[in-house]
């Protein structure tokens, strides 16, 4: 199903026609939220991507703008990937999210946004989806690789039964932005696939697993057994809050 096509992106379009403020309401696994404010979505809000990182230490308001923009775009993207809900979103005037500073998307944009992301994960598919489940390698040999803060944080954590999605909550950073770098640290070795987990990632019309990956994913070359090092001092996760992936409507990505 195109994005255009699906019922809660249409449903979404005539809300921005009419202006509305409230929220709209989508069931189904995982369910969530779309908040408006005078027709711009202002936040989203989705049960199967982390928020914009409340427990994390606070961020300027610029940056936390960005942070929930980017969390927003997470969620929509989550959403608009899955099956058609039913019963039917629903709307609710006058709710708003309770997440202090928003910005303001106007839909057109977030469905691009979306679109855009929707397409590298097809090609990522290839490889993973969001709820493949990663293991570390477990043949290393002795040559050195250098990886950044966040592929170094993305490592420390992969345990029984990881999945990018999994990772990203303990991280609190976006699902999209995280799935990008476990797939780099697949294509460097460092880490193996190990299938899907019992979550439905794989089947969702977001992540088909039918095109191969293409090279404006940045391609690392794959190497043999490679040992891990640590980034350098100065270089690591708190002073890499946001990761590398920075998609157009956010240009600190700290989802």
């Known amino acids: ?52 990182g409340r427990g994390l230490k606070p961020l300027p308001a610029d940056l936390w703008i960005l942070a929930v923009s980017e969390s927003t775009i997470d969620a929509a993207q989550d959403l608009l990937s899955e099956i058609p809900p ?33 397409e590298v994960a097809r090609q990522l598919s290839a490889t993973l989806t969001p709820d493949t489940v990663v ?7 002795s040559r050195n690789v250098r990886v950044s803060g966040l592929q170094w944080a993305i490592l420390i954590r992969v345990g029984d039964r990881s999945t990018p999605r999994s990772i990203s909550f303990d991280l609190q950073r976006s699902v999209f932005a995280t799935a990008i770098e476990v797939f780099r640290l697949v ?29 404006f994913v940045q391609a690392v070359p794959r190497r043999a057994g490679p040992r891990i090092s640590p980034p350098l ?23």
């Open 187 to 215: 294509s460097l070795n460092l880490l193996t696939v190990a299938g899907e987990s019992g979550g439905s990632g794989s089947e969702r019309p977001g992540f088909p697993s039918s095109r191969p990956v293409v090279s």
């Open 86 to 118: 039913q019963p039917a979103p629903r709307f609710r005037s006058a709710e708003s999210p309770g997440v202090g500073e928003v910005a303001r998307i106007p839909v057109a944009e977030l469905l691009a946004e979306v679109a855009r992301r929707q």
């Open 1 to 52: 199903m195109h994005l255009q096509e699906h019922p809660v992106a249409e449903r979404l379009g005539k809300l921005a026609e009419a202006g509305v403020t409230g929220a709209l309401h989508v069931p189904g696994d995982p369910g969530g939220r779309f908040y408006f404010r005078d027709g711009d979505v202002i936040y989203a809000e989705s049960a199967g991507t982390p928020g914009p």
């Open 135 to 141: 293991a570390l390698n477990p043949d290393l040999a």
């Open 233 to 255: 001092s100065g270089s690591g996760l708190a002073n890499d809050r946001c990761g590398e992936t920075k998609p157009p409507l956010s240009s600190a990505n700290c989802g």
